[in-house]
Every structure is written in structure tokens, then in C-alpha cells.
């Protein structure tokens, strides 16, 4: 059995920037339903259409499509633990993840719910860049894009902005976030997994905290 983990937390609490890490130090799968949905909206078909329309928006994707995308990643993914990033966000998401777990024999360490004021997360969003290569992720406030203009882990020098990074798509999201997805804080609570942390910290104190809890 190997370390498998959920990362909770509003839009900017920095999920993807901790699941990076964690890919990196120690050799996880990072399995973000949104930059499968990101890969997914390229496609020019209808559902990749139909799939934008609604990211753009700030709105939850149906829950059968992503469930059906995590289902995918974890038969051809499988490493040295998953981390869940921005999945499940639904009850249903919840219990589908549940029944997948047990199928392969797996079950979560933790659910760690990064808790970050929402004044904040407006600042994170609308000032984050992504490297157009590898997806690192930078903030031109608090993580800028080195002074080279090329991307710490790749080299690349080419960034760029997400679509639904704007103050109307973020409310959006962010009702989504209290309506659909914090009921979740309850359901792992009451299961006995859930560790809260202060994501409010610098990126390394964050990590520091997130270590506490794996290890
Ligand atoms: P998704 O891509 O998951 O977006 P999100 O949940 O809104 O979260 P973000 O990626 O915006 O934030 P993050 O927590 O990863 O923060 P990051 O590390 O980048 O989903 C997008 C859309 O896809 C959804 O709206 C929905 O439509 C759809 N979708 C996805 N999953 C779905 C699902 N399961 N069901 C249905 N629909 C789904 O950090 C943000 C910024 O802050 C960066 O600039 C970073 O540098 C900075 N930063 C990070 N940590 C810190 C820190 N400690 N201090 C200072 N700055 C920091
Ligand atoms: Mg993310």
C-alpha cells in the first residue's frame, strides 16, 4: 500500500503548488482533475467545448466526466502514491474516489484541508503564471518568474495566463467552492481523516506543515 493524500482547499490555496513539490521530493503522482480538464477543453470536439464554456465560467464539470478521467490516470498512473488536487469536490466525486481506492487495494492517509482567507486567494489567482511547458507554477507577487525569464524547473520562457484567473470567474468558483465542495471538510472529519493547515504561511511553510502531516 502506498501514501495517497487528498489536497482540499478553495481556488489559490495552493494545492497545485504543493502537489508539484511533492511530485518532485518524493516521487508521487500528482492527479489534477483540472489540468486534465485544461488538456481535455483543447480538443475540438463537443465535449471539449462544452468542458471550457463551463471552466471558463467557474462552474463544477459533471461529475461523471471526472470521475471518469481520475478513473483513467489511476489504471496508467500508478506510482508511489497519488495526491488528489481539486478531487473529489462533490460527495459524489467523495464516494466514487472511496470505491476506486478499495478496487486497487488502496486506501487515504490523509485529506489535508488548506484553509487560506478569501482576500487572499483573489491576490494568488489573478497574479498567477503557469510555464507553458511543464505547468510550474509562479505568482508576480509572491513567487515571480526568475529575472532570466526562464522557468526554474524547465527552462522554458514562455508563460501563461488561465482563462477563468478573473475576478468574475474566481466568485463564481469560490460559491462553488462553499456550496459543492466544503461539505467534504464534514464527511472526512467524520471519517476520521481529515488534518487541518494553515495555508497562509510562505510555499515552504506550507510544505513544512503538509510533511508534518505525511510523515
Ligand atoms: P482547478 O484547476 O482545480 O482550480 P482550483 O481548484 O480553482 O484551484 P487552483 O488551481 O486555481 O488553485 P491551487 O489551489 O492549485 O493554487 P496554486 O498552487 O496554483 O479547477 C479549475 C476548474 O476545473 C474548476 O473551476 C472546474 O470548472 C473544473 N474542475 C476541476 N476539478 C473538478 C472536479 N473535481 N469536479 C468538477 N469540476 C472540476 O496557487 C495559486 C497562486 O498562489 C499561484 O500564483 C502560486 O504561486 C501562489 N501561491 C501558492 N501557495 C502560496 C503561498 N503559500 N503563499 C503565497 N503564494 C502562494
Ligand atoms: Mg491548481
Known amino acids: 500500500m502506498t501514501t495517497n493524500i487528498i489536497l482540499l482547499g478553495p ?3 495552493g494545492k497545485g503548488t504543493q502537489a508539484r513539490r511533492l511530485v518532485d521530493e518524493r516521487g508521487m503522482t500528482q ?18 467545448h462544452r468542458v471550457a464554456e463551463v471552466m471558463d465560467r467557474g462552474e463544477l464539470v459533471t461529475d461523471d466526466i471526472v470521475i471518469g478521467l ?5 489504471e496508467k498512473d500508478r506510482t508511489n502514491g497519488f495526491i488528489f488536487d481539486g478531487f473529489p ?12 481506492l478499495e478496487k486497487h487495494g488502496e486506501r487515504l ?12 486567494l483573489v491576490k494568488r489567482i489573478t497574479l498567477r503564471a503557469t510555464c507553458a511547458e511543464c505547468g510550474a507554477v509562479y505568482n508576480d507577487e509572491m513567487r515571480p518568474i526568475p529575472s532570466d525569464g526562464k ?5 522554458s520562457t514562455e508563460f501563461k495566463r488561465r482563462e477563468d484567473d478573473n475576478e468574475e ?5 469560490l460559491l462553488e467552492y462553499y456550496k459543492k465542495t466544503s461539505p467534504l471538510i464534514g464527511y472526512y472529519y467524520a471519517n ?15 510544505a513544512e506543515e503538509i510533511d508534518k502531516v505525511l510523515d
Open 109 to 120: 492517509a490523509a485529506v489535508v484541508e488548506m484553509q487560506v482567507d478569501d482576500d487572499v
Open 192 to 206: 476520521g481523516q481529515l488534518k487541518r493547515i494553515d495555508g497562509l504561511g510562505e510555499i515552504d511553510e506550507v
Open 11 to 13: 481556488p489559490g490555496a
Open 89 to 100: 469536490r462533490t460527495l459524489a466525486q467523495a464516494d466514487a474516489l472511496a470505491r476506486l
Open 169 to 173: 470567474s474566481l466568485k463564481q468558483r
Open 151 to 155: 522557468c526554474e524547473t524547465c527552462g
Open 70 to 74: 481520475i478513473e483513467e490516470h489511476m
Open 31 to 48: 492527479l489534477s482533475t483540472g489540468d486534465m480538464l485544461r488538456e481535455a477543453r483543447t480538443s475540438d470536439t463537443e465535449m471539449g
